[in-house]
């Protein structure tokens, strides 16, 4: 893509591939879940274009970044490792984080353990949420959302995957792409993704095939179990994080979602976000965008607009 380069490197004891264009002040892009390095296509040549060195890796268990195989490596500790390493190889002191989706919540890790790393962040759709003490996350997400949430059901090794593989990959990624039902989303045992052959699904204007073909290609090269073991070591983080309860994330942030993400809508979020919990544990937070008519796959939806909103925060510092 117009002059996005690629190379691997070697990080944290994992062969790391990033893409990257441009130079000045690093902006470094975190990926969500199903995602690559690829949804922040857009965003690199924008912030290249003006002044800056863009890089965005596919994360551990991504893409053409090495997938280790036991879950046990994809705690936040090993994550954060791996972009603490990748920072170091390009030189820098700190730099400028955009994150979204599981690619947020590593930011937020990022920004609590390693403050004096990052400059400035543009967090995308996942506001930070403080450790409960108290209760487990996937304890809690079932007694609160039940066991067909999401985030429950992929836990069991193997399961989703037989599920995504009868599905069909490219199906799956389609129906999750594109999605816009208010959260908290759930996959019912029978037909988890809601996939009728007799139902064509409209590919949206800012998802063209050949991007999701993109995906789908290197989904059905990789699979999906490196993306899913971020969610089966939630509980682990939980318990490697005991030492970070009640601690504030104390580096500058400017947070945009859409109004109709499924994080933004899950019953409490919108409160917590606005009503001054979310800037309670981020006391550095500037500004909160919400984004009328807008999904969760915000950065490429809105490209223009996020790119936007990227530049205008971080020229500032």
Not at 36 to 43: A, D, G, M, P, V
Not at 57 to 83: K, N
Not at 258 to 265: E, I, N, P
Request: glycine share 8%.
């Amino acid at each position: 893509m117009e002059g996005i380069s690629h190379r691997m490197v070697k990080v944290n004891d994992i062969d790391m591939h990033i893409a990257e264009k441009g130079q000045g002040p690093v902006v470094l892009f975190l990926h969500g879940f199903p995602e690559l390095w690829y949804s922040w296509r857009h965003q690199i040549l924008a912030l290249s274009s003006l002044g800056y060195h863009a890089v965005a890796p596919d994360l551990r268990g991504y893409g053409d970044t090495e997938a280790p195989a036991s879950i046990s490596s994809y705690s936040c500790l090993h994550i954060v490792g791996d972009l603490i390493a990748l920072i170091d190889y390009l030189g820098v002191e700190q730099v400028f984080l955009v994150a979204h989706d599981w690619g947020a919540l590593i930011g937020w890790y990022l920004c609590l353990f390693r403050p004096d790393r990052v400059k400035a962040y543009v967090c995308l759709s996942v506001p930070y949420r403080p450790r409960n003490p108290k209760m487990k996350p996937v304890e809690s997400m079932k007694l609160v959302f039940g066991e067909d949430y999401y985030m429950c059901r992929f836990q069991e090794p193997g399961v989703i995957e037989a599920e995504i593989a009868c599905a069909g990959t490219e199906e799956v990624l389609k129906k999750i792409l594109t999605g816009r039902k208010p959260g908290p989303p759930c996959l019912p045992k029978e037909n988890p993704f809601g996939i009728y052959p007799e139902e064509s699904v409209t590919m949206p204007s800012w998802l063209p095939e050949a991007d999701l073909s993109f995906y789908a290609t290197k989904y059905s090269q990789k699979g999906f179990t490196g993306g899913l073991n971020y969610y089966r070591a939630l509980d682990l983080n939980w318990e490697l994080t005991a030492s970070w309860t009640g601690a504030p994330v104390i580096v500058p942030v400017k947070f945009v979602v859409g109004d109709l993400d499924m994080v933004y809508t899950t019953p409490g979020m919108k409160e917590f976000v606005n009503s001054g919990g979310f800037k309670h544990y981020v006391p550095l937070l500037e500004e909160v965008v919400v984004m009328e008519g807008v999904g969760h796959f915000i950065n490429q939806e809105k490209a223009e607009e996020i790119s936007n909103h990227i530049y205008d925060y971080i020229s500032k510092y």
